[in-house]
């Protein structure tokens, strides 16, 4: 079965523009949720999806926001760029069972704002 | 707000030693998370820890957890050089319901030498 997929690999952006960054989860799970990682830190959560609904928002602006579509997939949205955006993106979908909510991360989006 | 602290933050071992990574959280929590990242890409999973007192084993690589004490530890046994990367312990945000939202901490970057 094919993994967590996100597009694209790597992007480039200038400050004050917009960026929209997508996710497929692992055939099967429902929920997707979101991570920023900054060079050098460990991934801060940014948002989670869970049937097509919100479940969790972490401390990010407005700029910020997501949404899921029926099929599951994922899409990130960042308005208004600023150079602390430039950060790898992290998706990870998941699935109730007995391993709890374990977390499947796709390869990330690497974005740079310059 | 749940705070998960690790330490060290950088580790520089020989090969055939032992070592051991300590990750705290700040609250209750029944669910811990270890993943290990190399440069530039994304995070695998190693561990799942469910309650308290669990320890699971894979390879070189050994976790535990205490819930009462709040700490998780990875041991390593016999380093090589293949298990030079960064190491994450995470926490989910929410106790007694996980909704998949990871609190991280900074990373533990692990060199081994020969």
């Known amino acids: 079965d094919a993994g967590v997929t996100q597009s694209p690999t790597h992007l480039i952006k200038t400050r004050g523009q917009q960026v929209t960054l997508r996710c497929s989860p692992i055939?099967?799970?429902?929920?997707v949720s979101w991570y920023q990682q900054v060079l050098g830190q460990g991934p801060q959560f940014i948002f989670q999806?869970?049937?097509?609904?919100?479940?969790g928002r972490g401390n990010f602006p407005d700029r910020f926001s997501a949404r899921q579509f029926p099929n599951y997939s994922s899409e990130l949205n960042v308005n208004a760029l600023l150079l602390g955006d430039s950060a790898l993106y992290l998706c990870?979908?998941?699935?109730?069972?007995?391993?709890?909510?374990?977390?499947?991360f796709g390869p990330g989006t690497r974005l740079t704002v310059t | 707000e749940l705070k998960v602290e690790q330490n060290p933050l950088f580790l520089s071992m020989q090969e055939g030693k032992n070592y051991t990574i300590y990750c705290n959280y700040s609250t209750t929590s029944d669910r811990l998370y270890w993943y290990r990242q190399d440069p530039g890409k994304s995070l695998e999973s190693l561990f799942v820890l469910l309650s308290n007192g669990a320890v699971k084993q894979e390879g070189r690589l050994m976790a535990s957890l205490d819930t009462k004490a709040r700490l998780s530890t990875l041991h390593i046994t016999a380093a090589v050089h293949d298990l030079s990367a960064t190491y994450f312990c995470a926490v989910d945000l929410y106790y007694g319901g996980s909704q998949g939202n990871l609190i991280f901490g900074k990373g533990t970057k692990l060199s081994v030498k020969p």
């Open positions: 055939s099967g799970h429902k929920s």
């Open positions: 999806y869970y049937e097509k609904e919100e479940r």
């Open positions: 990870a979908s998941s699935s109730p069972g007995a391993r709890g909510y374990e977390q499947y």
